[in-house]
């Protein structure tokens, strides 16, 4: 290796996968995150060398997230080194892919179950009737809200929907 720091990635590399350093997954897994981060850098217009301080930032960023997602995920450990998917695809993951049972991949279910029981408990308030009769359709499904539309000594106007049947009308 030309360069300290890719000889450094490769050493905690072999050392979080517990493999040796001259096996093909240490080396093709730092020459994917070097690709990376060369590609990165060709996106905005940086020469990827050494000494350009903003490519060896996303060599280094790189770097720290998949040996952070390594020290963390023993299942990606686990698809690495039985070859289940391939270093250029680690480089590729998304972060709840990278460490499944991650706080990621928590937040994203606890989003997901929040959306299923906001869902239900719509759904389930539509199923309650209400005090009013539709006139259309009889259900007793109904919702309704109260305004003030008139002066302030005569009672409140009584908008009502119904729920089968979407009539609107005033009491």
Avoid at 40 to 47: P, T, V
Avoid at 72 to 91: A, E, M, R
Wanted: proline share 4%; aromatic share 10%; hydrophobic share 30%.
């Amino acid at each position: 290796m030309e360069n300290s720091t890719r000889q450094f990635a490769i050493d905690r590399i072999s050392t979080l996968l517990e493999i040796p350093k001259d096996d093909t997954i240490c080396i093709n897994l730092e020459k994917n995150i070097l690709n990376y981060a060369t590609e990165q850098a060709r996106k905005i217009n940086q020469q990827p060398a050494w000494d350009n301080h903003k490519y060896t930032g996303m060599y280094k960023q790189k770097f720290l997230q998949i040996q952070h997602n390594l020290k963390n995920s023993p299942v990606l450990k686990g698809w690495i080194i039985d070859k289940k998917i391939k270093t250029k695809d680690v480089i590729e993951m998304r972060p709840e892919d990278l460490w499944p049972d991650g706080p990621y991949a928590k937040k994203m279910e606890d989003r997901i179950i929040k959306e299923m029981r906001k869902a239900y408990l719509a759904k389930e308030s539509k199923n309650q009737d209400g005090f009013f009769k539709c006139g259309r359709c009889k259900s007793m499904k109904t919702t309704y809200y109260q305004m003030q539309t008139r002066s302030a000594d005569e009672p409140m106007t009584v908008f009502v929907s119904c729920l089968n049947c979407d009539k609107n009308w005033k009491c």
